[in-house]
């Protein structure tokens, strides 16, 4: 099989390689470095990795006549929801117009390949029923410019399944954690900041935002588990939740990881005035996800959270001194 995966160097795309190179696939990525970060330099040669813009026709149009993929996993985009308040421009042309442009390159080449676009559940919102549960017929109500320009993006990828007649299957991807996240997101933030106070590169307080939302967080390891189940089995034009189908407040994930801590540490809150409108509980209703390829999460959250806590202290062991 060859498959090409866009953002392969983030946060989910490096997941999702490592769980695809042991299957023999010929593998293309491409970002916009055209290199590997340090945490991923152990998959070097194992993949054609490419440096490159989707939002350059010409630059899409190269990447396609190597790869002539079999299978397309569109995981590029812009990916805080915070900060896409202060850098709306940016959100929008990487999440909505890089899409477009990676479309329209494949009519041109005229390659039909199965096209998985990664989605977000932040685009439902506000869920429509009382428990926060969301189902693929939850109204989009997104809250942020970056729900919005993912929402935009997936009802475009739709749009493109009944005209031109791409085969593209979306699937909407509630909250994912891991090893090697960003400390941009909550979870990662707390793990760093515990692994910095345990090696004293910090005193032992934690800085928050707001702990009070609620969510419905997968390892990110689960979640790469169903894009080849999804370009399998998944129907183009459908889209499929994909969530552990319970919530947990912010709150709640940190107090794990502090007794996870080899330190006494102190947490002081801090308020978020860019996140006033953003959602306050969200839990996927992955039924549908289940009942078509049998996908399941099997990563318990608390062996996740230990392994994000203990790469964050790995991360720490191995700076200069």
């Known amino acids: 099989m060859r498959i090409l995966i866009t953002g392969i160097t983030?946060?989910?795309?490096?997941?999702?390689?490592?769980?695809?190179?042991?299957?023999?696939?010929?593998?293309?990525?491409?970002?916009?470095?055209?290199?590997?970060?340090?945490?991923?330099?152990?998959?070097?040669g194992k993949v054609e990795l490419h440096r490159g813009d989707l939002a350059d026709g010409?630059?899409?149009?190269?990447?396609?006549?190597?790869?002539?993929?079999?299978?397309l996993m569109h995981l590029a985009g812009y990916a805080n929801p915070?900060?896409?308040?202060?850098?709306?421009?940016?959100?929008?042309?990487?999440?909505?117009?890089a899409t477009r442009s990676l479309y329209d390159g494949l009519i041109r080449a005229g390659q039909r390949p199965r096209v998985l676009?990664?989605?977000?559940?932040?685009?439902?919102?506000?869920?429509?029923?009382?428990?926060?549960?969301?189902?693929?017929?939850?109204?989009?109500?997104?809250a942020t410019p970056y729900?919005?320009?993912?929402?935009?993006?997936?009802?475009?990828?739709?749009?493109?399944?009944?005209?031109?007649?791409?085969?593209i299957v979306r699937v909407r991807l509630f909250n994912q954690i891991g090893p090697r996240q960003s400390a941009d997101y909550a979870c990662a933030n707390f793990a760093r900041?515990?692994?910095?106070?345990?090696?004293?590169?910090?005193?032992?307080?934690?800085?928050?935002?707001?702990?009070?939302?609620?969510?419905d967080f997968t390892d990110v390891r689960d979640m790469v588990a169903?894009?080849?189940?999804?370009?399998?089995?998944?129907?183009?034009g459908e889209v499929y939740n994909a969530g552990r189908g319970e919530t947990y407040r912010i709150h709640d994930l940190l107090k794990k990881l502090i007794a996870l801590a080899h330190v006494n540490v102190e947490v002081r809150q801090r308020p978020e005035p860019d996140r006033k409108a953003d959602t306050?509980?969200?839990?996927?209703?992955?039924?549908?996800?289940?009942?078509?390829?049998?996908?399941?999460?099997?990563?318990?959250?608390?062996?996740?959270?230990?392994?994000?806590?203990?790469?964050?202290?790995?991360?720490?062991?191995?700076?200069?001194?």
């Open 193 to 215: 900041q515990i692994a910095a106070a345990e090696s004293g590169d910090q005193p032992p307080v934690i800085e928050t935002g707001d702990l009070s939302a609620q969510r």
């Open 10 to 44: 983030g946060f989910v795309g490096g997941h999702l390689v490592e769980a695809l190179v042991p299957q023999g696939h010929a593998l293309f990525g491409l970002c916009r470095s055209g290199v590997w970060p340090a945490q991923l330099s152990h998959l070097e």
């Open 58 to 71: 010409d630059c899409v149009d190269a990447i396609l006549e190597r790869a002539r993929p079999d299978w």
């Open 117 to 142: 676009f990664v989605s977000s559940g932040l685009i439902y919102g506000e869920p429509d029923e009382v428990d926060g549960a969301c189902d693929e017929r939850t109204t989009l109500k997104p």
């Open 226 to 236: 169903a894009f080849p189940l999804l370009m399998e089995h998944g129907r183009s």
């Open 280 to 321: 306050t509980v969200t839990r996927a209703d992955s039924r549908k996800l289940h009942a078509t390829t049998g996908w399941v999460p099997r990563i318990p959250l608390d062996q996740t959270l230990s392994d994000v806590l203990d790469g964050w202290r790995k991360s720490n062991s191995e700076k200069p001194a």
């Open 82 to 97: 915070g900060r896409s308040f202060l850098e709306q421009d940016l959100c929008w042309r990487d999440n909505f117009t």
């Open 147 to 167: 729900a919005a320009s993912k929402a935009a993006a997936d009802l475009l990828s739709y749009q493109y399944t009944r005209s031109p007649g791409l085969h």
